[in-house]
């Protein structure tokens, strides 16, 4: 089955720099990246997502990257502020009917002032 | 906007005993799944369930557990005799069917902590 693993675990910033995020996943099958940001106690909220057929994707601050060859995606975060401190978990899906979303083991972002 | 509600938010329960954690998916959404959470660690997939019966399930899903759509409104999921090791957060989510040949986004609900004492 899937496994996506994701680096760094824990990650410090200080305010004002860009944090990137690392993972890869296994099953070359897997056409749909989502990442989520989780704060403490509350649900994972869907922040970006990248398609197997496309390379890049940006949103204001936040852009992901995808090498389907290397079976490598990245979050990159520009111009951190504090409201980005929270946990970022990449995930890998199959786009079939049953879609179960595999997670990262997640990042902790700490963002410094 | 509509979301995925759950309840309880909290539920504390003896080792032993049967649980039930209920959720209300957004109402026009076909496909529903369960997901856990230890504390601390990653989300993983237990269940995904369409048209009345499980679409897929992981390992962690073994037969203590069991899921059920009694009405139109809920999805539940069961826990037949609670371990110290169900200690978690569960969190149901939801998505509507494929559209246009895309899938949707799965939103999820804001989750059940659940206590095994």
């Known amino acids: 089955g899937e496994n996506v693993e994701q680096h760094p675990s824990t990650l410090s910033v200080q305010e004002g720099d860009s944090a990137v995020i690392k993972c890869t996943y296994s099953?070359?099958?897997?056409?749909?990246f989502p990442w989520y940001k989780q704060e403490l106690g509350k649900r994972p909220q869907l922040i970006i997502d990248?398609?197997?057929?496309?390379g890049e994707k940006k949103d204001q601050r936040i852009a992901v990257t995808l090498n389907k060859t290397a079976k490598h995606f990245s979050l990159h975060i520009t111009e951190t502020q504090p409201e980005d401190s929270a946990v970022y978990f990449c995930?890998?899906?199959?786009?079939?009917?049953?879609?179960?979303?595999?997670f990262g083991k997640g990042t902790r972002l700490h963002i410094l002032p | 906007e509509p979301e995925v509600t759950q309840t309880p938010s909290h539920q504390v329960t003896q080792m032993g005993q049967e649980v039930i954690l209920r959720c209300v998916p957004i109402?026009?959404?076909?496909?529903f799944y369960w997901y856990r959470q230890i504390l601390g660690q990653k989300v993983e997939f237990l269940v995904s369930?369409?048209?009345?019966?499980?679409?897929?399930k992981s390992e962690i899903f073994d037969d203590q557990f069991s899921v059920e759509r009694p009405d139109g409104s809920n999805f539940t999921l069961k826990i037949r005799s609670t371990k110290l090791e169900d200690s978690a957060m569960y969190f149901c989510?939801?998505?509507?069917?494929?559209?246009?040949?895309?899938?949707?986004?799965?939103?999820f609900g804001p989750g059940t902590r659940l206590t095994v004492l």
């Open positions: 989510a939801s998505r509507a069917g494929t559209s246009g040949g895309t899938y949707n986004e799965q939103f």
């Open positions: 099953d070359s099958a897997s056409n749909y």
């Open positions: 990248i398609r197997s057929n496309v």
């Open positions: 995930a890998a899906r199959l786009m079939n009917r049953d879609d179960k979303i595999i």
């Open positions: 109402s026009n959404h076909l496909y």
């Open positions: 369930f369409y048209n009345n019966e499980i679409s897929e």
